[in-house]
């Protein structure tokens, strides 16, 4: 057992312990909190499709993280981003298209299943921008464990688990409640900053430090006050429903299959689901996708994937 120095890193020390090893947003939660959000996962993973059902799995961690990994206190939650405007999207697209078999052959080159492959053989076939990245669960994990191995530098004693996407854990919840970003209408954590092109990972903590909470919602782009505010004015007060997604449907609307409605998804008609799950054929009632992998519809069209 690692002997504990009794010295354990300030807030601030581990937020820039974990910038020092290229996170660009974190924040912290409260490790013994229970997620109120878990009751209403609960509803909406009872009607999910058969290929979703490991996410009702181990459902009595999820509501509370210190059941998931008991030793922790607190945990270190990170926003990793994967796109931004000076990449371009089509350019990229259009390389993998002259590359060996196209689509098909860069998801197999690049491990990941293809299980609508009548889709991937299209000409000029897109890909979900996720995917134009390197497999993601073992790059976050992979930071995340160098930032464990800095704080045990400073305390042999302290240890935490790391996750992104496989565990048991509700990660956009916490995100959340770390103030990463806010729940958007399209269901994904929309952060003021980078949008919602980011994946989430984390590590906890055996030992407590205070919490950030959740951010206050920021005004929609386009506002009075969000223009005067690009623009160094004084801005004006925006009214609550101008904050956060507002009145806007653009996501709903944007998306062929109907799959967003009311802050809720249905993966039963999300292509994201459709074309990278799905082991049936693919439904006649929905009409083709533009994407072969995944589906970028609804952040493409969101105001704050716009820079």
């Known amino acids: ?15 820039a312990i974990a910038r020092e090893h290229g996170i660009v947003a974190c924040g912290i939660a409260d490790a013994g909190l229970d997620i109120e959000e878990h009751s209403r996962y609960m509803r909406c993973v009872s009607e999910l499709p058969a290929e979703l059902s490991y996410l009702s799995r181990a459902d009595g961690k999820r509501n509370r993280l210190s059941l998931w990994d008991h030793r922790a206190k607190s945990v270190l939650v990170c926003a990793f981003p994967y796109w931004d405007s ?30 609508q ?41 302290i240890c935490g688990s790391v996750f992104c996407d496989t565990s048991p854990i509700m990660e956009k919840e916490l995100a959340r409640l770390a103030g990463l970003g806010f729940r ?45 505010s690009f623009c160094g004015g004084a801005g004006k007060v925006v009214a609550p429903e101008e904050r956060g997604c507002g009145s806007c449907r653009i996501c709903e609307t944007s998306c062929p299959a109907q ?49």
């Open 1 to 15: 057992m690692n002997k504990d120095t009794g010295v354990y890193p300030s807030k601030e020390k581990l937020l």
């Open 86 to 115: 000076r990449r371009n999207y089509a350019s990229e697209m259009a390389a993998i298209s002259k590359g060996p078999d196209g689509a098909f052959g860069y998801l197999v080159r690049t491990g990941r299943q293809n299980l």
């Open 117 to 157: 492959e009548a889709l991937l053989r299209r000409r000029n076939a897109r890909i979900s921008r996720y995917a134009l990245a390197s497999d993601y669960h073992r790059d976050v994990k992979a930071k995340l464990r160098e930032v464990r191995d800095a704080l045990k530098k400073i305390n042999p004693a």
């Open 184 to 228: 958007g209408r399209n269901t994904l954590i929309i952060s003021p900053k980078f949008g919602s092109w980011f994946f989430i990972g984390g590590l906890t903590l055996n030992f407590w430090i205070k919490p950030d909470g959740p951010c206050p919602l920021p005004d929609m782009p386009g506002t009075a006050d969000a223009c005067n």
């Open 259 to 307: 799959a967003l409605s009311g802050w809720r998804l249905n993966p039963g008609r999300c292509y994201a689901f459709l074309t990278t799950q799905l082991k049936t054929k693919f439904p006649s009632d929905i009409p083709v996708p533009l994407y072969s992998y995944g589906c970028d519809l609804c952040q493409e069209k969101c105001p704050y994937n716009k820079h």
